[in-house]
T-cell receptor, first 114, second 110 residues
Framework: NAGVTQTPKFRILKIGQSMTLQCTQD?????MYWYRQDPGMGLKLIYY???????DKGEVPNGYNVSRSTTEDFPLRLELAAPSQTSVYFC?????????????FGPGTRLLVL | GEDVEQSLFLSVREGDSSVINCTYT??????LYWYKQEPGAGLQLLTY?????DMKQDQRLTVLLNKKDKHLSLRIADTQTGDSAIYFC??????????FGSGTQLTVLP
């Protein structure tokens, strides 16, 4: 199992550009999450999904969109990149709804918006 | 809203014990977690404790929970250089999502 994989590892965007951060998990997990981690801060939840076709907003959803057409993939879309979106983005997955279940994290995507 | 607070930095000597502290505000927290983040990597779950427990031990790790004071701590015995990382406290409360603290950077000195 590869676990949770994310691409790209690092990207520089100009203000106003768009991009999609990819996230894939091969553990057949229902729950998937996108977080951002700003320097010296904890993780903030952007969006999450409880299964294919179902997504919901987290704490900081503005400026982002997601889709979940398959169980494996949960891409995060930035339509008009802004400097405030400079951050490290982590995707995570979990098998079920129980809080006892472990969330598995990907290695992260570092995004710099100039 | 829910809040989780941690001190930002901790330095210890190799072989000593490390104690990382965390406070939280959500009284409905059900599970509390400790995650470890090594440089350039994602978060790795170290351990968790259910809110009706006051202690959990797992090899070199001891988690203490004081639910009355909403205080959680992680003790690492015989700290090694490989333990140098950022440690995040997190809780699942009324929002049923993980709320993270800002992380404690643990530096282990030789």
């Amino acid at each position: 199992n590869a676990g949770v994989t994310q691409t790209p590892k690092f990207r520089i965007l100009k203000i106003g550009q768009s991009m999609t951060l990819q996230c894939t998990q091969d553990m057949n997990h229902n729950y998937m999450y996108w977080y951002r981690q700003d320097p010296g801060m904890g993780l903030k939840l952007i969006y999450y999904s409880v299964g294919a076709g179902i997504t919901d907003k987290g704490e900081v959803p503005n400026g982002y969109n997601v889709s979940r057409s398959t169980t494996e993939d949960f891409p995060l879309r930035l339509e008009l990149a802004a400097p405030s979106q400079t951050s490290v983005y982590f995707c995570a997955s979990r098998r079920g709804r129980s809080s006892r279940e472990t969330q598995y994290f990907g290695p992260g995507t570092r995004l710099l918006v100039l | 809203g829910e809040d989780v607070e941690q001190s930002l930095f901790l330095s210890v000597r190799e072989g000593d014990s490390s104690v990382i502290n965390c406070t939280y505000t959500d009284s409905s927290s059900t599970y509390l977690y400790w995650y470890k983040q090594e440089p350039g990597a994602g978060l790795q779950l170290l351990t968790y404790i259910f809110s009706n427990m006051d202690m959990k031990q797992d090899q070199r790790l001891t988690v203490l929970l004081n639910k009355k004071d909403k205080h959680l701590s992680l003790r690492i015995a015989d700290t090694q250089t490989g333990d140098s990382a950022i440690y995040f406290c997190a809780e699942t409360g009324s929002a049923r999502q993980l709320t993270f603290g800002s992380g404690t950077q643990l530096t282990v000195l030789p």
